[in-house]
Structure formats: C-alpha cells, structure tokens
C-alpha cells in the first residue's frame, strides 16, 4: 500500500485507542482527512473520507476520494536550490568565473556543497523545533546557522550564516505564497507547477469533479521529515486556515499503519483504491485522422475497475497497435501490437476489456468482435513494464508451480547486479572526459563500478590508467579511487587492493612532489585528491609509511595551498602518537585560518575520548593550555567553534574509563575558561538591539552558534549526557 494511507491506518487506529483526544478529531461522523506527506524526493497528497459504522466497530472505513498526480517536488529540490545561490553567493564573494574550471571542478564543487546544504536544513530545522518545544517565542531572522564546505574551488573557504528568514526567501518559488484556497470558478488553476500547493490543488479538483462542491477538509495530517521545516507547515496553515497536525512518530507510521491494515484483511476488510491519473488509449478521428485521446480509465476510478470498449482498425493489416498512456500523450505506458492470423479488412470491429486492480495493475485484452478465439493480453504495473501473451486459441493458463518458478528467476537475475568490469570499459568510459568533461555513461557508470564483482582487478587498471592519462582523466579516476577505497564491501573484502591504492596513491604524491616545475593546477586537484583518497583508506598496514609521508608533505612548500587536505587526511586516519604529537606541535606555532581550522578537526578526531581505543591521556600533555590560550587570544567566531570541538573531544569525560580522560582538576579549569570566554564574547551585543539591516545582526548569529558549541563542550566535560539531537550535530561535525 501507498504510505500516506498507511500513515492514515496508524493515525485513526491511535484515535481509535484513545490515544488521540477526541477533540483533536472525533471519527463518530464521517470526516474528510487530507495526508501531506512530503518527503526527500516526492510529496503525496491525498483526500479520504474516514468514520465507523458504529462506535463499537472495531474496523475503520477509509474511502479514497482524491489522489495527486503530481509528486515530483520533496527535500532533495529544496537542497538544490540553495546549492545554486549559496554557489552563486560564493563566485561572487571570490570574483570567480565558472569558465576558469572544468567541468569536472564545478560538478565536484556542487555536489560538495550540497551534501552541506541538507545537513544545513536539519540543522536550522532541529534549532527551529528546539525552540518551539521549550515555548520560546522567536523571529525567523533571529534563529541563524552556520553553512561551511571547506574549499570548493582553489583555496576559496566557504563559510557563511544564513538565517530561517533567508532560508524561507530562497524557498520561496516552493512555497508559492500567492496562490489562495480556491473557489469554484478557479478550482482548475495553477495545476501542474512545481510547488508545495499545486499538488493540494490537484486534489481539490478531483474532489469538486466526483462531489460537485469544493471540498475543506477536516484535518490535515502530515507525515515525512520535510513537514518538520516551520515554513512548510506555516504554509499549510495559511493555506488552509488551520492548524496541520502531526502524525506521532512519523518514522515509524508507515510500518505500524501497514501491519494494522494486514490485519484488517484477515477480519474479512474490503480495501478500495483510486487511481491518480487518467488511462487513455491513442487513436484517430476517422473524419479528420488526426490523433485523438479515448478514455479508457478516468482519474479518480475506484478500483478494482473493469470495462469494455469497441474500436475499429485502420486499413488493411495482420496487426493492430493499442498505444496506452496516461495524462496525455506524452507519458506513454506501452504500445502492445495485436497480431492476427490473417489480413482484416479496414474498419473492422475489434473488442477490448480493461481491468485494474487494487495493485494498480492495468490489464488490457483484446480480440476481433467476431473471433474471440483470436486474443492478446497485455499487463502493465504501475512502473510501466508490460507482460504480453498472444495466442490464436485460448490455451489453458501456467500452473501455480510454473509462475512461482519464473518468479523466482526473475528475483535471482535481478540480484545478480554485480558484473564484471574490463579494462576497455574503463578506457572508454574515461576517454571523453578531455573533450566533454564527464564519462562515456553509455558504457559504465561510477555505481557499476563500484558495485563490479572483479573490484581488485577494476582497481589494478584503474591504477594503469591513471599513471600515463591526460590530467582530467587522472583527476577522476583518484576521485573514483577514494570512492572504492572508502567501500565496506571493498574494506572488508579487499584490504591487499587497497594497500595496492595506499602505495600508488604515496609514490604519484612524492612523484610530483620530485618534479622540478610541478603544474600548480594539477597539485591542487589531483593531488589533493590522492591524498584524500589516503585519509579514506582507514588502514594499518602501511600506517607509518604513510603517516611520515604526511607529516613530512606538510611543510614541503609546493603542498602550501592543499595543507589542509592533507591535515584532514591525519585526522581521518586510525588514532596514532606520531600524528598527535605533530598536530600539537603545529597548533602551537602561528598559523593561518584555513590550516589552523582543519588542525583543531584532526586534533579532535585523533585525541577523542570516545574512541574505541583512545591514545592514552598522558600523550596529550598539556594540550588544553595550548588551546586554551590560542581561544583566549581570538575573536574569531569559527576559530572558537573549531576550538570548542577539539576542546570536546579530547577532554570530555568518558565514564567507562575515566581513567583514561584528564583529571576533574583540568577539566574544571577548562570550563572556567571557557565560560569566561562566552561571557567576552557576548559584551559587545549586550542589551543592544539591531534591526534587519544591522551588519551586527550577523556577528549575533555567529556568537549564537559559538555559544551553543562551547556549552556542550561544557556539558561534555561535566559527564552529563548528550541529547539525541545534539549527538547528532557531533557526528555531522565529525564527518566533515
């Protein structure tokens, strides 16, 4: 079943329990129940009327009233858009020009960004939600994130703020704020558009069409993560003039929704469905013989549904085409040719039945009006595929055993996805990338790749290839590297393969590294992938070759601009004394913003305290004097924010084995510090007010988000615990 339904199921049975009040809805009368579920890549609205036959009634009616054909809007379109004019915001800051980069460059650089920009949506979501659980009243401009992707091109950071009201501005094509509950004599506008209204309408209209009125419903339900943005269901409820309401734990909803309506079938339960979308038939007007449309299924049909129909056939012919769409012409389903045993004369009468069932599958028979020995079957599921069988006389149908064996084949054939991968498929998927910038697709695709069977042999001609290839070929087969390399299945499977990777990937590093005018270009790219595609390995084995490479790269001066790659990588790697002592030492020189910031990630993520087996405390020496002195002599919002988290990690009280964490002594001192740093910090904005247009409005945003670091490191070194929410933002500023 769809989920909005069993969404629905879970949501009246909950009722039903008592555990929603009976003043939030009381099924005693019929009531019209429309389901918003709009999730990460599509948005299901749906109308149902819903009651009981009497209060004792065990068993809920559900009528199906209004589906939406249009779904293709959700959580993913919402990232792009903000990729595009936070990507746009950035070329602007630097004065780049996309004509400067490959293709390659500017694709890396947005998909970068756009992973930052969904973990920027959850972030600002669970800060808005955060307030409005504790009651606290607040203004859109006033709850502000932070949006940082490192370097996307060249050595240009990405770091900016952007609050709830900025978000909702970018958005605001989505929301279409403009379009009203509509009334009888517009119920057919704006449909079709790409927006968080256009499906409702859709549904209203169905509804007017089969009810004759326009419909309001009683409640709106809203199911999916995306409901949770505060401008989606400020939408809904300006739009409809009423507060949405929640389905409780959403997540798990559906499967509670669909186990319910299970067992509702066992108690003898005749479910119905409707169709979305129209099924038509492509035929010709035999005056004009132009194309015309022929209804075969109108939008909104409950199912099960079943109808004949009679055509006649063009000129003289041994087949006969029955092309299906649906909508119009343009979403073709199939096109099943009816093949006769002899040559019909023109016009001939030719029969057909339609028939679809409550899985959404269409079947359509056909055979001449006069021979209904002579007849063709077609199926089609609601993905479009088509199971045909023609036959002059009808033969008897496959036994049970014979269809539960073709299904079983056809089960194995789609499991066996993992192909083995040659090495010409690779040289003709790499061989456009000069020319077009991107892979021969038609050949290969990355996922083929990573999922091919033969991995260590797609590895040893990958590594082939990239050693004499035109640099943008290099350049993507290291990207892809790093892709199989940073594979469980590969990890888990394949630990000679990926040693073989570690060792190529050392010996083009120190191979450039040798050259006497090494391209810059090619340093910033390709070995700033190589290097990257290091840090992804997670292995042992060669931990001190490659720990002494990257130790001794950091201050080769031709590396200065890819430094902060190669810090990542050292934070990446397994926990390791030699790279400790290093980034302590590096931390306690002078250095710039775009190396200090990726320091203090890998000082974290090397010295944590929740690492299975953490480096002993007594390596770390006197590590958080450093810090703290370095957090007592800047004022820069995202250095203290990076400080905060190494501070987190490496003093945080681990009560498993306190013994291996610094003493309560230390720890106390460093939130003394720590607090008198907040303090500091928050002088400036003390008892003042600044209006939207105030450029202090956003130094307030960054000591926010500053602030809200530096408390739960606090927290952290008190041993109290984390929250789910917070733990999250930890591990998102771990992966980073």
């Excluded at 809007?73 to 746009?88: R, Y």
């Excluded at 190669?566 to 913003?593: H, R």
Aim: proline share 5%; net charge neutral.
């Amino acid at each position: 079943m769809d989920e909005p339904r069993a969404c629905l199921y879970d949501f009246v049975n909950r009722q039903k329990q008592g555990e929603i009040p009976d003043h939030i809805i009381d099924f005693s009368t019929e009531k019209l129940i429309l389901v918003y579920d709009l999730g990460g890549g599509t948005l299901d609205v749906s109308l149902h009327s819903v009651n009981f036959n009497n209060p004792d009634d065990p068993l809920i009616n559900i009528e199906d009233i209004a589906i939406s054909r249009y779904t293709d809007i959700g959580g993913d379109n919402f990232d792009e858009k903000l990729t595009d004019v936070v990507f746009e915001r950035y070329l602007d800051e630097y004065n780049l020009k996309l004509g400067d980069y490959s293709n390659l460059e500017i694709e890396y650089a947005k998909t970068t960004l756009f992973y930052f920009a969904e973990s920027f949506k959850r972030m600002i979501t669970n800060d808005a939600l955060r307030r409005e659980e504790m009651f606290e009243k607040y203004e859109p401009e006033e709850v502000i994130q932070s949006l940082m992707a490192g370097y996307l091109l060249d050595q240009n950071p990405l770091s900016m703020e952007l609050s709830l009201q900025e978000y909702k501005q970018i958005m605001s094509d989505f929301l279409a704020s403009d379009i009203k509950y509509p009334l009888k004599s517009n119920i057919n506008d704006r449909l079709g558009e790409k927006n968080l209204i256009s499906p409702i309408l859709d549904v209203l209209n169905k509804a007017f069409k089969k009810k004759n009125m326009i419909i309001k419903p009683d409640i709106i339900l809203l199911s999916g993560g995306m409901t949770k943005l505060p401008m989606v269901r400020e939408r809904l409820a300006n739009f409809f003039g009423m507060e949405p309401q929640t389905i409780p734990d959403p997540d798990k909803a559906v499967s509670r929704g669909a186990s319910i309506y299970h067992y509702y079938l066992h108690q003898e339960y005749r479910p119905t469905a409707i169709l979305a979308e129209p099924i038509y038939m492509i035929g010709r007007d035999h005056k004009t013989r132009k194309k015309k449309l022929i209804e075969l299924v109108p939008a909104g049909t409950t199912l099960p549904y079943n109808q004949e129909f009679t055509f006649k056939s063009e000129g003289k012919q041994k087949a006969i085409d029955i092309p299906l769409c649906r909508t119009d012409e343009n979403h073709r389903l199939s096109t099943t040719r009816f093949k006769l045993s002899k040559q019909y004369p023109p016009n001939t009468l030719v029969q057909a039945k339609v028939y679809v069932n409550l899985l959404k599958v269409l079947e359509v028979e056909a055979w001449i009006k006069d021979n209904p020995l002579e007849k063709t079957t077609i199926s089609i599921d609601i993905n479009g595929k088509t199971e045909e069988k023609s036959q002059k006389v009808l033969s008897a149908e496959k036994s049970t055993k014979q269809r539960i064996e073709e299904k079983r084949q056809k089960v194995k054939k789609k499991e066996k996805t993992s192909l083995d991968v040659l090495h010409i498929q690779l040289k003709k998927f790499f061989n456009s990338i000069p020319s077009t910038g991107r892979p021969n697709y038609t050949v290969l695709t990355e996922n083929d790749i990573l999922k091919a069977k033969n991995i260590d042999s797609v590895i040893k001609s990958l590594l082939k290839i990239q050693r004499k290839t035109h640099h943008k070929i290099r350049e993507k087969i290291l990207l892809l590297l790093g892709d199989i390399v940073s594979n469980t299945r590969v990890q888990m499977n394949f630990p000679n393969s990926i040693l073989n990777v570690l060792h190529n990937m050392i010996r083009y590093v120190k191979m450039i590294r040798n050259l006497s005018n090494p391209n810059p270009k090619e340093i910033n790219l390709a070995v700033r992938y190589a290097i990257e595609t290091i840090g992804k390995s997670k292995t042992i084995d060669l931990q001190r070759e490659v720990i002494d490479s990257l130790i001794d790269w950091v201050d080769e001066p031709i590396f200065r601009k890819i430094r902060n790659a190669i810090l990542i990588s050292m934070g990446k790697l397994p926990p390791d004394n030699e790279i400790l002592k290093f980034l302590v030492g590096f931390i306690s020189k002078p250095q710039q913003k775009h190396t200090l910031i990726p320091s203090l990630w890998a000082l974290g993520k090397q010295g944590s305290r929740d690492l299975t087996n953490p480096i002993l405390i007594d390596y770390l020496g006197n590590i958080h004097e450093i810090i703290l002195k370095m957090m007592k002599e800047s004022e820069d919002f995202e250095i203290i924010q990076y400080i905060a988290y190494a501070m987190l990690e490496i003093c945080k009280l681990n009560p498993e084995h306190p013994e291996n964490c610094f003493s309560d002594e230390i720890r106390k001192s460093v939130i003394l510090e720590m607090g008198y740093k907040v303090i500091d910090l928050e002088k400036p904005f003390k008892n003042k007010r600044f209006n939207h247009l105030d450029r202090r409005l956003k130094d307030w945003g960054r000591f926010l988000n500053t602030k809200k670091w530096v408390n739960l490191s606090i927290q952290a070194f008190k041993g109290l615990e984390i929250t789910g929410e917070e733990m999250e933002l930890l591990d998102e500023f771990r992966k980073r």
